[in-house]
């Protein structure tokens, strides 16, 4: 953060991040818990420098994929729903995490949030009705840019998913991107660390540079989603109702004090295929409606299984349950926030984790702690004694634990917190080499 984003998140005493909400076709994988835990290490951090904190998780639960997933299980699509919500829940559970409000888009309030929004924007004259055609991919619900070339079959391939597209032309309420280019680079200007890491700011600027058209954000095909108000053959895309979960999961349209205590939001946390999502429609969404723009994107990378991209169809995706039945929840919570700097990606290997746990916390710390209570047991009879006179290098092992202190939280600040693991690391093994001289 820079000086300003720190003063004003200081005077304002308050801090409010979010991870995405998360699609509830399917159960929860690492990527998902790494999101979950950066956001709660974020959280307890903040909240230990004094700050009131809203962290805010949930689930995505409308649209195409979540009507066909639930059709392959001879589910309705809200059966489907609640019984992988009830699995994010565990999971967050089991990890610690420790977040203050899970958002369902399924709800009541949020429904009624969306549609609110939706009207607003049309009343202005950002969302208007026309025919879109093009290609989509129904895995990705997404639209295909016009750039991508037709395949040999006359066909187009999702370059997302490498799912071929399907060609479609439908009645549907258009937004107004175009009118928000120039308002976007302009905000972007202003605001230079808007994303992180930079290189996905530079991302976003190029792209939006490029060119911005009107976006489709309403469906016929689909039933599974929050009608248009007053036109209900259409259901609003899943991102646009799924984006304003950020507004209706702290107050919007139910407690407005809540509702302006918090936002902005100081954080979003996401996975870097959601960037542009989050960096430009989001933020173009928000201007229309005449609302504070979130203060930071932050764009995490992906964990690689033994360096190869996890897939459901590779069959590779590593299930965090099955760390956690065999190590319980602070390992894999050290691991992920410890082996890679957030907008990186990462690669998990059985044999790196277990290197990293035994070195780490087995080892440096394990043997700090059982040293020190060693010690107190048999010098001092388990009882903590007022200290003796400072010498020298009791002098040395104070001064360098303020150092660390204020290091470890200046890097926590920039969410570097693998750089704060790895000075806080480093203390540890100072003071195990004090115990060893001393
Ligand atoms: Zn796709």
């Keep these: 953060m820079d000086e300003n984003q720190l003063k004003s998140s200081a005077k304002r005493k308050v801090f409010y991040i979010t991870t995405p909400i998360y699609y509830v076709n399917d159960v929860p994988h690492i990527g998902h818990a790494y999101t979950t835990i950066i956001a709660d290490a974020v959280s307890r951090h903040k909240k230990l420098a004094g700050l009131e904190v809203y962290f805010l998780t949930g689930t ?32 967050w559970q089991d990890l610690l995490i420790d977040y203050n409000f899970f958002i369902r888009t399924t709800a009541d309030f949020h429904e009624k949030g969306v549609q609110a929004i939706f009207q607003q924007l049309k009343e202005k004259g950002d969302i208007y009705k026309g025919i879109y055609r093009g290609w989509y991919c129904v895995s990705c619900e997404n639209f295909l840019t016009e750039d991508i070339p ?23 309420y258009f937004f107004r991107l175009s009118a928000y280019q120039e308002k976007l680079l302009a905000f972007y200007q202003q605001n230079p660390h808007f994303v992180r890491p930079q290189s996905r700011m530079n991302e976003v600027v190029s792209f939006v540079r490029q060119g911005l058209k009107d976006l489709s954000i309403t469906r016929t095909t689909v039933k599974w989603g929050i009608p248009v108000p007053n036109d209900p053959a259409h259901t609003i895309y899943v991102w646009f109702d ?11 349209g139910w407690n407005s004090s809540l509702f302006h205590k918090f936002w902005p939001a100081d954080i979003h946390l996401i996975g870097k295929d959601i960037l ?28 690689l299984k033994d360096e190869t991209k996890m897939s459901k169809s590779k069959g590779n995706v590593l299930d965090p349950r099955i760390i956690l039945e065999d190590f319980g929840p602070d390992p894999l919570r050290y691991f992920l926030l410890r082996e890679v700097p957030i907008g990186l990606d990462g690669n998990f ?13 087995a080892n440096d710390l394990g043997n700090l702690v059982h040293r020190t209570l060693t010690m ?3 010098y001092f009879q388990g009882k903590m004694e007022q200290p003796a006179p400072e010498n020298e290098s009791d002098r040395h092992l104070r001064e360098a634990f303020n150092q660390t202190k204020t290091k470890a ?21 100072q003071v195990n080499k004090y115990l060893a001289d001393n």
């Design 60 to 91: 995505d639960e409308h649209g195409q994929k979540i009507e066909k997933a639930a059709a392959e299980k001879n589910l309705s699509p809200i059966e489907l729903a609640n019984q992988v919500v009830g699995r994010f829940k565990q999971l």
């Design 150 to 172: 037709l395949d040999e079959d006359g066909l187009k391939t999702c370059p997302d998913c490498g799912k071929k597209a399907t060609q479609v032309a439908e009645e549907c």
């Design 242 to 252: 799924a984006l304003h979960n950020y507004l209706t999961g702290i107050g919007y």
């Design 276 to 303: 542009r999502f989050h960096a430009i429609f989001w933020p173009a969404f928000l201007m229309a409606a005449g609302l504070p723009l979130p203060k930071i994107v932050y764009s995490h990378g992906w964990w």
């Design 349 to 361: 290997s059985h044999e790196g984790f277990l290197h990293r746990v035994n070195s780490d916390l």
């Design 376 to 378: 107190i047991q048999n």
């Design 409 to 429: 939280i200046a890097f926590y600040d920039e969410l570097a917190i693998n750089r704060a693991l790895e000075e806080i690391w480093s203390y540890n093994n």
